[in-house]
């Protein structure tokens, strides 16, 4: 019952944020939403911060699923990075409207920063910081394994392949349309390809 209701809190507050953005959303706002007391808000989270690093939390692990179910050495190169780039790019659209409402609160960016600092990297990549090497790691590996070129370096494909994908996904947000008129999964499938292309071994 407990685990219900702190799902609905953190649905309430995304779908709040989503209409007023996060600096007018208050307790009072999250509680209403959900038919509960402010005082038993409180019980299942101390505070509003906790409420959203919980949420910002949540969009994590079905990206990290992505690298679980593609792993090196299995299918082929371009569908594992065409998969993980995918799953990148749905993980960015939910971050980027959160992490604006950090730059614009400077005393919640403080301590997102400082609750990140404390997440260790791990099986299960940590938190967002970590990222690159989870990428990094599995292109190595990829290229250990003779299916990518041996002269590639690894972590620059991967700031390359990420940024561009987080890119694509801001200006999407930020315009309303997919840049160049190209829709995420086609923008994914010729990105991978034309890096692929001077990456594989022949």
Do not use: W
């Amino acid at each position: 019952m407990a685990g219900e209701t702190r799902q609905k809190i953190l649905e309430a507050t995304e779908r709040l944020i989503k209409m007023r953005g996060l600096a007018r959303v208050t307790t009072k706002e999250i509680s209403r939403e959900v038919g509960l007391s402010e005082g038993a808000l409180y019980r299942h989270f101390e505070h509003k911060e906790e409420i959203i690093f919980t949420l910002v939390a949540r969009y994590l692990p079905s990206f990290l699923h992505a690298f679980e179910t593609h792993l090196p050495g299995t299918g082929d190169v371009e569908g594992n990075l065409t998969a993980i780039m995918l799953a990148g790019m749905e993980y960015f659209g939910e971050l980027i409207p959160m992490s604006a409402s950090f730059l614009a609160d400077t005393e919640l960016l403080v301590q997102y920063r400082q609750k990140m600092s404390q997440v260790k990297a791990g099986p299960n990549g940590g938190g967002p910081q970590h990222i690159e090497n989870l990428l990094a790691t599995y292109l190595g590996e990829e290229r250990q394994l003779g299916r990518l070129q041996a002269s590639i370096a690894p972590r620059e494909l991967a700031i390359l392949l990420l940024g561009a994908c987080f890119q694509y996904t801001y200006l999407s947000q930020l315009m309303g349309n997919p840049p160049a008129d190209r829709e995420r999964e086609q923008y994914v499938q010729e990105l991978v390809q034309g890096i692929l292309g001077s990456s594989q071994p022949s």
